[in-house]
C-alpha cells in the first residue's frame, strides 16, 4: 500500500471539517484540515451566527418598542440601534474563539491554511509543497449567488457575506429574494428601523416551506411594516445620487422603479467549486455542486464530500449528518447510505418558522385526502396567553397508519418545539404517542400535545372495536 502524510485531508474548515475530521481522529487516523479564510466557515463568519444575533438584537429592540403590552413603560428614551452591529461581531467572535486551532491540533488534526489545489486523486498542492493523502474529504461550502442582473456590477451591493461588516445601519433597504437568508435579514433591519422591501420572484416567501404558514408569517410581518413584494422581478440596478434604483416588473407585467440607500442580495447559494482543480483528481461537479453517490462517495473513489458543496440541503445540521455518514463510509466495511427522509429546518425570524417532513400540498399529492391534517394556534394554549405570544399556529399531517407526514410550526420557539415531532419520525412512532407522555405546565409543547390527543381522541372514536364496546354497553344501560 502506498505511504501517504495523511490517513484523511478535510478540505474547508466549517461545519463539515471540523465535524469529519474529529470523526477521523476518532478513528484514530491521521488527519490534517485546510482552510483558506477563517476557520468556522460560512455559518460562523457570515450566516448562522451573526444573523441569529442581529435577530436576537432586532427582537429585543421591538420589545423594546412595545413595552406597553406588558404593562411597563420606557420613561425618557428611545431605542437606538447605533451599536447594534458590535453586538453581532462580538457574538461571531465568541464563537469563533471557541474552535481555535490548538483546540484541533490537540486533537490530533494539523490545521493548515492556503488554498489547495488537486494534482491528481491522491496529491494536493499547497503554499508551493505537495502534500499527499490516503483521502480527502470535499467541504468547502457555498458562497452568495449574484445573478447577472443589468447594471448589477455598477452599483455597491451586499450579500450575507459582507453585510455583518457595516458600521451604520442604512436608512433603507432592498432585499433581492425572499428565501430563508433574505426574509431573516430583512425581518431584523426592519424591526431596527430601517425601511426594508423585499423582492421576490415567486409567488411567495419561503417556497420551501408549508404554505399555509410562510402566507401566515409574510401577513405578520408585512403588520411590522415590512414591504414583500412577490411575483416581482428585477430587471436593472442602477445609481440614483447616494441611492439606489432598482427597475422591476410586477405580476401585473408592469415596470416599476424602486429607490434604496442599500441592496442586499439573496437570490442563492452557488457550490464553491472554482480553484481546486478538481478535473485533474477526477471529480465530476456541475451547477448544483460535486456529484456524489448515495454513500457521498465522489466519482474519485478515495475522494468524499458534505455540506452545502454537495447539497441538496444547505444547513449546518445537515452538513454535520453529511460529515459523520461520509467518514464513515470513508473508513468502515459497513457502508451507510445517506437520507435525507428526516431533514428539519427553521427559519428563525420572530416568529420562528420550522419544518419538518411534508408539507401539506406535499402530503396530498401523495395521498389524496386520505391524510389527516390537525392545527392549534398558539392562542389555544396558556403559554402563548401569558407570553403574548398568540400569533401562531402549529399544523400536523398524519399518513393514514397513523405515523406522522409532516410537522410545521410557525410561532415562539418552533425550531425547539419541532424536536418533539422529530424524535416520532426518527423512531417511526405514531403521532398518538406524544399524547401519552408527561408534559411540563405551562411550556410551548402544548402545541404538540394538545393536537396529539386529538387525534388519539379521534381514533378511539372511529376504532370498530370501541364502537361495538359503546354500542353494547349503551344497551345495557
Known sequence: MPSYDYDMIAIGAGAGGF???????????????????????????????????????????????????????????????????????????????????????????????????????????????????????????????????????????????????????????????????????????????????????????LARDDRELAELLAKQLAAEGLQILTSTRALKAVRAGQEIALTVETRQKQQEELKASALLIASGRKPNVEGLDLEKAGVQYGPKGVVTDHHLRTTAPNIFACGDVVGPYQFSHMTEYQAVTATRNMFLPFKKKVSYDLVAWCTFTDPELAHAGMTEEEARERYGDKVSVYRMGYGEMDRGRTDSTEAGLAKYIIAPDGKLLGAHILGERAGDIIHEAQVLRHLNLPFSAIAQMIHIYPTYTDVVRQPAKRYYIDRLRNNPFVKLAAKILGKRS
Not at 418598542?65 to 437606538?80: A, F, I, P, Q, R
Open 19 to 205: 465535524v469529519s475530521s474529529k470523526v477521523a481522529a476518532g478513528f484514530g487516523k491521521k488527519v490534517a484540515m485546510i482552510e483558506k479564510n477563517r476557520l468556522g466557515g460560512e455559518c460562523t463568519n457570515a450566516g448562522c451566527i451573526p444573523s441569529k444575533a442581529l435577530l436576537k438584537a432586532a427582537a429585543a429592540a421591538h420589545q423594546a418598542k412595545h413595552l406597553h403590552t406588558y404593562g411597563l413603560e420606557l420613561n425618557n428614551g428611545s431605542v437606538s440601534a447605533r451599536n447594534v452591529m458590535q453586538y453581532v461581531r462580538g457574538a461571531v467572535k465568541k464563537v469563533y474563539d471557541s474552535h481555535p486551532a490548538p483546540v484541533f491540533e490537540k486533537a490530533g488534526i494539523t490545521v493548515l491554511f492556503g488554498s489547495p489545489r488537486f494534482l491528481d486523486a491522491h496529491h494536493i498542492e499547497l503554499g508551493g509543497r505537495t502534500i499527499s493523502s490516503r483521502y480527502f474529504m470535499l467541504c468547502t461550502g457555498s458562497s452568495a449567488f449574484v445573478p447577472p442582473l443589468e447594471g448589477l456590477s455598477t452599483v455597491p451591493f451586499f450579500t450575507n457575506e459582507n453585510i455583518f461588516e457595516i458600521e451604520t445601519l442604512p436608512p433603507s433597504l432592498i432585499v433581492l429574494g425572499g428565501g430563508p437568508i433574505g426574509i431573516e435579514l430583512a425581518s431584523a433591519y426592519n424591526r431596527l428601523g430601517v425601511a426594508t422591501t423585499v423582492v421576490e420572484m415567486g409567488d411567495r416567501i
